[in-house]
C-alpha cells in the first residue's frame, strides 16, 4: 500500500465500454499501475473502499437505487469524481427511456414487446434487484461531480491525459481530436 | 460610397453597405459560430449563437448590417461564455444522443459544443417527450434532435419552391410541423435542399448514415469554421 | 356535415375578402362557429386564401383562444394571474372544477363547458376574474363559481350571467357588462369632459408638420411602458418614402396587472379615435388599426358603434370635417389571447394575419412596418393624450408631470391594498404617495410597470414615478411584506414561459432553466451558487434574447435578488453527498408504487 495515490472505479448504467476505453490505454496501463494503487474497482474487484482515494471515475448514469448510493459513497471517499463516458454525463442510450413512464417502460420490458417469455405475466419484484429510479439521472445532478470526459466511449488518449495531469497536478490541456461525444 | 469599414475584435474589415456582419466577417476570414443562419437563406437570427456586440449593443450579427466605423467585438469572454450557454441550452432542450446518431461528426451543433470545448451542459436536461416521423420513404424527421433553427422551413419556401415546414404552437411547446398529417403526405423530395440544410440529425435521408467511417467526418480533425479562418490567414 | 364544415369556412374567407392577411379575423370566426378550427377548416381556408395548411396551422396553434381540437360551447377562462391568486383563485377554480366533474383544462364529457385558465384579463382590481365566452365575470367567489356553472349548465348562454352592470359605459346597451371602472383619481388630460371633433378641428386647422411639431413641444412619450417620444416616432413615419402609411394603436394591454387601457376604452373611445385620426393626418396615413386583444372582445360592439358615429359625424371616413381629400378610417383588429402581441413588431404581425412573432429590427415600424409600409405604434393612453395636447396646447402639457416626463399618467394599481383601481396621477408622484392613496398596509414590496419592470422594496418608496426612475407603463401591484419575492417571481415566469413565442433560444429554454432553478431555491434546496447562477442566467436571457419578452422576463428574479433576505432560510451551504436538488425519494416513488415496497435506501 503505502503513499500511492489511490483511484476507484465503477460502472453504474452503463456497458463497460468506458471500462474498456481505460483499458485501451495499452502499455501505459503499465505505467499507470507503478502510479497509481487500484481501490475499489472492477478491476480487481473490491467491492467495498479500502481507504480515501484521490481520484473516482464514474462510468454510466445514475437509474437504480443502489447506483445514488454508490455515487454517495464515491463522492464521500474521492477527492475528484470524474463523470467517465457519455451515459454518466447525459444518461446516454438508458436515458432513451426518460420521456416515457416507469410503469410503461416495465411492461413493455417484461410484458409485451415481441418476443417476451413471461407467462406468469409479473414484472420482477425480488428485493435483491434495486428499485429503478423514474429515470436515468446523469451523475452530476445527484452528487457533485470535478471532471467530464466525454465519449461513447471515451478516447483512451483523452482519459490518459486526464489522468496524467491529475497526477501532476497540472490543468488539463484542450485537445480538439480527443474530444468526442461518440 | 457602396462600401464601409468596421473592426471585429480590433481587426479592420472592408464590407460591402448593407452587407449583415456576419457575412463581411465570413468575407474577411473571421468566422462568428451560427446555426440557424445559412449561406443564402433569409437570416432568421433566431438562435442567438451569432451574438456580437456592436458599438456596445449585443445583436445577432446574422441580421444585423454593417455600419460605417462600427465597433464589433466577437471573441469576448462574456461572448464565448453567451454562445456557449446557447448550445449548452439546444442540447438539454431536446434528446440529442449523438453515439448512435447518423449526423455525428456532420452535425453543427456538436461541432460548435466540441470548438467551445464543452464537456458537459451546464444546465439540467429536461428530456422531452417528442416525436419520430418514419412516414416518408426516404427522409426522417426526428424531433427530438430538432433545434428549430429554421433552415428547412425557408429551404423549403426560398429554394424549393414549396411549403413544407412552418413553426407551430408557441414558447417551449413551439415545434416543427409538416404540411400535412405526416412527411409522407408532403411533396418533400429527398433531393429537396430543405433536407440537406438541416445542420443536425433531425432531417435525415434514410439509408445512407454511417457511411463515412469515424476519424474522416466532417469535424473529426477540424473544428467548424476552420474553412472561414483560413480564408483569414491567407 | 364534412361538406358543411368546407362550405361555411369558405363563406367566412370570402367575407374577408379570401384576404391572406385576414387571417386573424377568418380564424377567429371560424372557431367561433365551430368551436375550433379543425384540419378539414384549416384545408379549406389555406385553399381560399392561398396559403398552405401548415401556414393556417402555424397561426391557429400560437394563439391561446384558437384551437385546433374542439372546445367546449361555452369555454370558461379562469384568471390565473398573481392577484387573482392572492384573492382566491385556487379556492374558485376547484370549486367549479368539482362541480363541473372535471379538471382544469378538460371539457365536459357532453362538450357542453371547457374549464381553463388564462393569464391577466385586465381585471386585477376585481379579481378573482373570468371570461366566459367573451363574458366577464369579477369578484368570484367558491360559491359564486359553483352558482355560475349550475346556471351555465341551464342557459348555455354566457350573457345571462350578467345580473349586474357595472358603471360608466360599463352599462351601455352594447357592453352591459359587470366591469367596474373603479376610477379612484380623475386627472385633466384622460377624465376630463371631452367633445368629440373638437380636437380634430384644432389639429386640421394646422399644417400636419406643425400637429408634429405640436406633440414633440408637449414632449409626449409612449404611454406603453418604453418612453419613446411619439413626436419623434411620427416625424420618422412622415418622412419615411412610402406611397401608403398606417396609424395602430396597441389596446393589447396584457401585461399582469395593467387594466387602464380598458378604462380609457370603455370611458374616452372618442378621444382615442380623435387621436388616431390626428395621428393619420399628421403622417399622412387614410388607415388606423384598433389592436384590441382578445379578452376585450366584450368592447368590440361598442367601439365598433363609436367607429360608425364618428363615420356619421364626418370624424372618420372620406372628407373628413368637409375637406376634400381628408380620408381615415379606423378598423379593429381582434387577438386572440397572445401577450407578446403587445410588442409592436409582433402586433404588426399579428395585424398581417401571422404568428405573434415578433419581427427583426432594424428596419423599425416606422420606417417599415404593417404590410412592409411606414407605420406608427402609439398606446391607447398615448393617443388620448394627442387629442388633449392638440386641444390644450402644449405648453399646458408639459407644464405638468416632472422635468423629464411631462404630463399625467394612468395608472392601474392592484394587490394587497384597500382601493385598488384607476389613478391619473401627475408623472413624479412617489411611490410612497401611491401605497397611501390606495391604503396598502404593511407593503413590502412593489412592481412598478408590471414584472416586465421592476420590483422594489420598501427602500425605495421615495422613487417617483417617471422615465428617469420608476418607470412604468401603468401596471403597478403591491405585495405585502407576508408574501415571497421569490414565489412572485416563480410565478411570473411561469407567465412568461407560456407567452414566449419561443423564436429564440435564450427566451425559449433560458427561461425554463431559469424557473427551475427559481423553484429549487423556493423547495430549500438551495445553495449560495444557486443565486450566482441565478444572476447568470437572468443577465444571459436579458442580454441575449431577441425581443422586449425575454429582455424583461428575468426582472422579477433580479428584483428578488436584488432586495435581497434570501439567504436566511432559502439557501444554505451543504455536507457534501447528495445534492440538495436530488431527492430519492421522489425519485422512487415511482418503483415504490409499482412493486409495492420501499426503497431501503430512502
Redesign the interface.
Known amino acids: 500500500m503505502g503513499s500511492k495515490p489511490r483511484i476507484a472505479t465503477v460502472s453504474l448504467a452503463g456497458c463497460f465500454g468506458c471500462h474498456m476505453s481505460v483499458l485501451d490505454i495499452d502499455e501505459r496501463i503499465l505505467t499507470l499501475a507503478e502510479l497509481v494503487e487500484f481501490d475499489r474497482s472492477p478491476i480487481n474487484d473490491y467491492k467495498e473502499f479500502q481507504d480515501r482515494c484521490a481520484v473516482g471515475i464514474v462510468e454510466g448514469g445514475c437509474c437504480n ?2 447506483n ?2 454508490v ?2 459513497q464515491f ?2 471517499h474521492c477527492d475528484v469524481l470524474i ?1 467517465l463516458g ?1 451515459c454518466a ?5 438508458p ?2 427511456r ?6 410503461e417502460c ?1 411492461e413493455e420490458a417484461y410484458l409485451k414487446s415481441p418476443g417476451v417469455y413471461n407467462p406468469l405475466n409479473v ?1 420482477p ?1 425480488d ?1 435483491e434487484i434495486p ?5 436515468v ?2 451523475c ?6 470535478d ?4 465519449g ?1 466511449p471515451p478516447p483512451a488518449d483523452a482519459i490518459w491525459a486526464h489522468l496524467v495531469s491529475l497526477l501532476s497536478g497540472k490543468p488539463v490541456e ?1 485537445d ?2 480527443n ?4 | 460610397m457602396n462600401r464601409v469599414t468596421f473592426t471585429i475584435d480590433g481587426k479592420e474589415v472592408k464590407a460591402i453597405r448593407g452587407q449583415t456582419i456576419l457575412k463581411a466577417a465570413d468575407a474577411a476570414g473571421v468566422f462568428i459560430p451560427r446555426l440557424c443562419a445559412y449561406r443564402d437563406l433569409t437570416p432568421n437570427g433566431s438562435c442567438r449563437v451569432c451574438s456580437v456586440r456592436v458599438n456596445g449593443r449585443i445583436q445577432a450579427a446574422c441580421v444585423q448590417t454593417v455600419a460605417e466605423g462600427a465597433i464589433v467585438e466577437n471573441e469576448t469572454p462574456e461572448l464565448l461564455e453567451y454562445r456557449r450557454n446557447i448550445v449548452d441550452m439546444l442540447f438539454v432542450e431536446g434528446n440529442h444522443f449523438c453515439m448512435f446518431c447518423e449526423k455525428s461528426g456532420f452535425c453543427e451543433l456538436q461541432a460548435l459544443a466540441y470548438r467551445f470545448g464543452i464537456k458537459a451542459p451546464r444546465y439540467p436536461f429536461l428530456y422531452p417527450k417528442r416525436d419520430l416521423d418514419m412516414s416518408h420513404p426516404h427522409v426522417f424527421l426526428d424531433h427530438n434532435r430538432c433545434i428549430l433553427c429554421g433552415r428547412c422551413v425557408r429551404a423549403s419556401q426560398d429554394m424549393d419552391g414549396k411549403n413544407v415546414f412552418q413553426f407551430v404552437e408557441r414558447g417551449g411547446r413551439k415545434r416543427l410541423q409538416v404540411n400535412g398529417d405526416s412527411l409522407s403526405e408532403t411533396d418533400l423530395k429527398a433531393t429537396d435542399e430543405a433536407v440537406s440544410v438541416c445542420p443536425v440529425g433531425a432531417l435525415m435521408k434514410k439509408r445512407v448514415g454511417y457511411e463515412v467511417p469515424v476519424g474522416r467526418r466532417r469535424y473529426d480533425e477540424k473544428p467548424i469554421g476552420d474553412d472561414i479562418e483560413m480564408k483569414g490567414e491567407k | 356535415m364534412k361538406q358543411g364544415t368546407a362550405q361555411v369556412t369558405a363563406e367566412i374567407c370570402k367575407k374577408f375578402g379570401n384576404d391572406r392577411t385576414r387571417l386573424m379575423d377568418i380564424a377567429i370566426a371560424v372557431q367561433d362557429r365551430f368551436g375550433c378550427v379543425s384540419h378539414e377548416a384549416m384545408e379549406e381556408i389555406a385553399r381560399q386564401v392561398r396559403s398552405h395548411r401548415v401556414e393556417v396551422e402555424s397561426l391557429v396553434s400560437f394563439y391561446a383562444f384558437l384551437s385546433v381540437k374542439p372546445q367546449g360551447k361555452v369555454v370558461i377562462r379562469l384568471c390565473s394571474d398573481i392577484v387573482d391568486w392572492m384573492k382566491g383563485y385556487k379556492d374558485v377554480a376547484e370549486a367549479m372544477a368539482r362541480e363541473l366533474g372535471i379538471t382544469m383544462g378538460e371539457t365536459t364529457p357532453d362538450g357542453a363547458i371547457t374549464l381553463t385558465h388564462t393569464p391577466c384579463i385586465g381585471m386585477s382590481d376585481q379579481a378573482p376574474a373570468a371570461l366566459v365566452n367573451s363574458v366577464v365575470v369579477t369578484h368570484l367567489t367558491p360559491e359564486r363559481g359553483r352558482q355560475l356553472v349550475r346556471d351555465l349548465r341551464r342557459h348555455l348562454d354566457p350573457q345571462q350571467l350578467v345580473t349586474m352592470v357595472g358603471d360608466g359605459n360599463n352599462e351601455h346597451p352594447l357592453v352591459r357588462a359587470m366591469v367596474r371602472n373603479n376610477i379612484r383619481m380623475r386627472g385633466p388630460v384622460h377624465f376630463a369632459d371631452f367633445e368629440p371633433g373638437s380636437a380634430l378641428r384644432k389639429a386640421v386647422e394646422m399644417t400636419p408638420a406643425d400637429v408634429i411639431r405640436t406633440i414633440k413641444d408637449s414632449r409626449l412619450r409612449g404611454r406603453g411602458g418604453a418612453g419613446f417620444p411619439a413626436g419623434l416616432k411620427w416625424e420618422m413615419a412622415a418622412n419615411a418614402p412610402g406611397e401608403k402609411r398606417y396609424v395602430l394603436c396597441n389596446a393589447d394591454e396584457g401585461e399582469p396587472g395593467t387594466f387602464k387601457d380598458r378604462v380609457l376604452l370603455t370611458e374616452c373611445a372618442d378621444q382615442l379615435m380623435e387621436g388616431m385620426t390626428i395621428a393619420g393626418y399628421a403622417v399622412g396615413s387614410d388607415t388606423g388599426i384598433i389592436y384590441l386583444r382578445g379578452e376585450y372582445r366584450y368592447l368590440l360592439p361598442y367601439l365598433q358603434s363609436v367607429v360608425e358615429g364618428r363615420r356619421r359625424q364626418g370624424y372618420l371616413g372620406r372628407d373628413i370635417l368637409g375637406r376634400k381629400g381628408l380620408h381615415f378610417d379606423i378598423r379593429i383588429q381582434l387577438g386572440a389571447g397572445a401577450y407578446i402581441c403587445g410588442e409592436e413588431t409582433a402586433l404588426i404581425s399579428s395585424c398581417e394575419g401571422l404568428r405573434g412573432d415578433p419581427k427583426n429590427r432594424p428596419p423599425f415600424p416606422p420606417q417599415e412596418g404593417y404590410l412592409g409600409c411606414p407605420t406608427i405604434v402609439n398606446n391607447v393612453e398615448t393617443l388620448c393624450c394627442v387629442s388633449r395636447i392638440l386641444l390644450e396646447g402644449s405648453d399646458w402639457f408639459a407644464s405638468m408631470g416632472s422635468s423629464r416626463t411631462t404630463g399625467t399618467k394612468v395608472l392601474s394599481i392592484s394587490g394587497d391594498c384597500r382601493k385598488p383601481g384607476v389613478y391619473e396621477v401627475p408623472f413624479g408622484i412617489t411611490a410612497r404617495e401611491l401605497i397611501e392613496m390606495t391604503e396598502a398596509e404593511n407593503a413590502g414590496t412593489m412592481l412598478i410597470g408590471g414584472p416586465c419592470r421592476q420590483m422594489i422594496g420598501p427602500d425605495r418608496l421615495e422613487g417617483r414615478i417617471c422615465y428617469d426612475d420608476l418607470a412604468t407603463g401603468g401596471a403597478i401591484i403591491i405585495f405585502n411584506r407576508a408574501r415571497n419575492r421569490l414565489e412572485i417571481a416563480e410565478h411570473y415566469l411561469d407567465f412568461f414561459i407560456e407567452e414566449s413565442c419561443g423564436y429564440c433560444t435564450p427566451c425559449r429554454v433560458g427561461l425554463t432553466l431559469l424557473k427551475n432553478q427559481v423553484h429549487k431555491v423556493i423547495d430549500g434546496a438551495g445553495e449560495p451558487a444557486d443565486l450566482v447562477e441565478m444572476r447568470d442566467l437572468s443577465n444571459f436571457i436579458i442580454n441575449t434574447s431577441r425581443c422586449g419578452l425575454g429582455q424583461a422576463a428575468p426582472n422579477p428574479v433580479l428584483g428578488a435578488l436584488e432586495i435581497g433576505d434570501l439567504s436566511s432560510g432559502f439557501v444554505a451551504e451543504r455536507k457534501p453527498g447528495l445534492l440538495p436538488g436530488f431527492d430519492l425519494s421522489k425519485a422512487v416513488i415511482d418503483a415504490e408504487l409499482r412493486v409495492g415496497r420501499q426503497s431501503k435506501y430512502v
Open positions: 437505487e443502489e445514488v448510493e455515487l454517495e463522492r464521500k463523470s457519455d454525463i447525459n444518461g446516454g442510450i436515458a432513451m426518460n420521456n416515457i413512464p416507469l410503469r416495465l414484472i419484484n428485493k428499485l429503478l429510479l423514474n429515470r439521472y446523469p452530476h445532478e445527484v452528487v457533485k461531480i471532471l467530464f470526459i466525454p461513447c484542450p480538439y481530436k474530444l468526442k461525444y461518440d
